[in-house]
């Protein structure tokens, strides 16, 4: 079974710092897709980045970069020059090309806060 | 294209009641899904579709049930509504062999049962 853990219920940053969030999974797949979405007040899920797992280069989004670590199943997101607009919540979710072919598995989710 | 659709936005049901939460996408997504949203459990997969005439359960099934007539449309019925059916409802839908992966999301439904 594929699980996903973010360890992080909450966390805070001021304005223009660089904060990470942690994301670790488990899994028996060798090719899979990885993601964090953000979740504002708004309530909708809107896609932050995503990583391919047979690449090695880590993928970046303009100001949202992530380090993928394959071998520890590590997959953090880092927010650089954080905006007010950054608050929300973020899930990290796997997607298995295997026999979980099409299903997201998610994280329980980290809530940011960035503060002025 | 207006991505996915769901209707209503929210609902307030009596313990018992029936009703049918509507999903439709417009991109001629193969795979489409519902997830239900409860404070600090992330997403659950309720049932999925891989496409028209096939469905399966996903993580927390029971309560549910869903069908694909066709490829756009993807309702998901409550026969029974329970309190502990409570939550906000999220219908998805992609590609399952492009190479992206990428879910989109509706804007979400939220469901209080009484």
């Known amino acids: 079974a594929q699980t996903v853990t973010q360890s992080q219920p909450e966390m805070s940053v001021q304005e223009a710092e660089t904060v990470t969030l942690s994301c670790t999974y488990d899994?028996?797949?060798?090719?899979?897709?990885l993601f964090w979405y953000k979740q504002p007040p708004s309530r909708q899920m809107i896609l932050v980045i995503r990583?391919?797992?047979?690449?090695?280069q880590n993928a970046t989004e303009n100001r949202f970069s992530v380090n993928f670590q394959k071998a520890a199943k590590s997959f953090s997101l880092k927010i650089s020059d954080s905006q007010l607009g950054d608050t929300a919540m973020y899930f990290c979710a796997f997607n298995g090309r295997g026999s979980t072919l099409g299903r997201l598995y998610f994280g329980r989710g980290t809530q940011l806060t960035v503060w002025p | 294209n207006a991505g996915v659709t769901q209707t209503p936005k929210f609902q307030v049901l009596k313990t018992g009641q029936s009703m049918t939460l509507q999903c439709a996408q417009d991109?001629?997504?193969?795979?489409m899904s519902w997830y239900r949203q409860d404070p600090g459990m992330g997403l659950r997969l309720i049932h999925y579709?891989?496409?028209?005439?096939?469905?399966d359960q996903g993580e927390v099934p029971n309560g549910y049930n869903v069908s694909r007539s066709t490829t756009e449309d993807f309702p998901l019925r409550l026969l029974s509504a329970a309190p502990s059916q409570t939550s906000v409802y999220f219908c998805?839908?992609?590609?399952?062999?492009?190479?992206?992966?990428?879910?989109?999301f509706g804007p979400g439904t939220r469901l209080t049962v009484l």
């Open positions: 998805a839908s992609s590609y399952l062999f492009s190479g992206r992966d990428e879910q989109f």
């Open positions: 990583q391919e797992a047979y690449k090695q």
């Open positions: 899994t028996s797949e060798s090719n899979y897709y």
């Open positions: 991109m001629n997504h193969e795979y």
């Open positions: 579709s891989v496409g028209a005439g096939i469905t």
